[in-house]
């Protein structure tokens, strides 16, 4: 079983993303967070709904994901985020050291 993982979420726009993006990083519950454009397709409220919203992949350790969605909950704006981790099973063993050091276990 995999220590690590990619924990995705969105946002409306990347000034939305930073100030989360910032707290995660600071508080080293991440290595890195990339930011993808995307259109997103779902029903919300009765609504159908087509936006354009930023994807955040956060690049972290399985360790610390129940404090990151608890940071995730407290500052995102949106009423109920997509939060999912998704496990990666692999990665170089450079990559993956480097994750252990930014999230405080190197």
Same mark, same amino acid.
């Given at each position: ?37 995307? $259109? ?29 969605? $608890? ?18 099973? $692999? ?16």
């Amino acid at each position: 079983m995999s220590k690590y993982g990619i924990v995705l979420t969105t946002f409306e726009n990347e000034k939305q993303a930073e100030p989360v993006i910032n707290e995660i990083i600071k508080n080293k519950l991440a290595a890195c967070i990339q930011e993808i454009k995307i $259109k997103s397709h779902y029903i919300w409220k009765d609504e159908l709904c087509h936006d354009d919203e930023i994807l955040v992949l956060i690049k972290t350790r399985k360790e610390v994901y129940p404090e990151l969605e $608890k940071k995730l909950l407290e500052l995102h704006p949106y009423e109920t985020p997509e939060i999912l981790m998704v496990d990666a099973e $692999k990665g170089s063993k450079a990559y993956l050291a480097w994750i252990d050091e930014q999230t405080g276990k190197g």
